[in-house]
């Protein structure tokens, strides 16, 4: 069996791919929730004794398919940020977990939410304000109905001011990305 620590290495690896390319294999998942840890060491514990006053809650809606990040919430701005996707009826929602980087950040960062596809194209950017020092804050969810049926992702990022974020308007970038959901268009 492979040691933890090549485990981490190869976990370390797919989390780049996903950054760069936006695939997202389910050996992530089920490597964070068999050792409760992810890429770059940021796992939360989920056994008893636990810090659950910053876990991110669950997925308000059971039974609803659901795909997030994961565990290796990213640090944008001081916020660390696990943008989900999932089917709701007709449609797709889309929603950012946010948490402080620092318990005690007094800082406000404006938090940026949309849906994109395989070929990286993007709905409308919607934003979110949000005072880092109130501790964990959800944004959104917002609907979304995309043109076709196919593969999509919730795409994120964070700034420090309301203008539209590069990230967005960029034809190459993608944000920071959820594990991929197929959605079969409006029924």
Not at 23 to 50: H, L, N, Q, W
Not at 148 to 173: C, H, I, L, M, Q
Request: some cysteine; overall charge negative.
């Amino acid at each position: 069996m492979p040691t933890a620590t090549t485990l981490s290495v190869i976990i370390a690896v797919l989390a780049l791919f996903n950054d760069v390319f936006g695939i997202r294999t389910m050996a992530v998942g089920v490597y964070c929730r068999v050792v409760d840890e992810c890429a770059g060491g940021k796992g939360r514990p989920s056994g008893v004794g636990g810090d659950t006053s910053s876990a991110a809650p669950e997925n308000p809606k059971p039974g609803i398919p659901t795909a997030c990040r994961g565990k290796d919430n990213l640090l944008i701005e001081g916020a660390l940020v696990n943008p989900c996707i999932r089917r709701e009826g007709d449609s797709l929602e889309i929603y950012v977990d946010v948490e402080p980087g620092s318990p005690d950040d007094p800082n406000e960062v404006v938090v940026w939410a949309w849906w994109r596809d395989a070929e990286n194209a993007k709905g409308e950017p919607h934003k979110c304000l949000i005072k880092l020092g109130d501790g964990y804050q959800r944004c959104g969810p917002f609907t979304a109905n995309p043109p076709r049926a196919g593969y999509y992702s919730a795409a994120t990022t964070v700034t420090s001011s309301g203008e539209v974020p590069a990230k967005w308007a960029d034809k190459n970038s993608t944000g920071q990305v959820s594990a991929r959901i197929y959605w079969p268009g409006k029924q």
